[in-house]
Nanobody
């Protein structure tokens, strides 16, 4: 079993920054990738960013490219999301996920979510 614990959410003014953290524990071994998705009010969950664990390759949604940076700490089994130049439309619950293997049908593990609110 894998547990993911997020932290770092909160309230920030537009243009400000926040850093989210997600610590993985349990049977994490060496995941294929970890990342972040978010759910805006009244909308479906959407992909934000992902980083592969072995090579550190990163992928971003177009809406956050150039503003958000994902990184990892292998020793701590932790993934970070540095969010800069935040906009009110970034307001959402942010969920960390862990993808155990690259196979398309592999189910992700999810954290409980952390609220990010950006005021205008």
């Amino acid at each position: 079993q894998v547990q993911l614990v997020e932290s770092g959410g909160g309230l920030v003014q537009a243009g400000g920054s926040l850093r989210l953290s997600c610590a993985a524990s349990g049977r994490t071994l060496r995941p294929y990738a970890m990342g972040w998705s978010r759910q805006l009010p009244g909308k479906e969950r959407e992909f934000v960013a992902r980083i592969t664990w072995t090579l550190g390759s990163t992928y971003y949604a177009d809406s956050v490219k150039g503003r958000f940076t994902i990184s990892r700490d292998d020793a701590k089994n932790t993934v970070y999301l540095q969010m800069n130049s935040l906009k009110p439309e970034d307001t959402a619950v942010y969920y960390c996920f862990l993808k155990p293997a690259p196979a398309p049908g592999t189910a992700n593990y999810w954290g409980q979510g952390t609220q990010v609110t950006v005021s205008s």
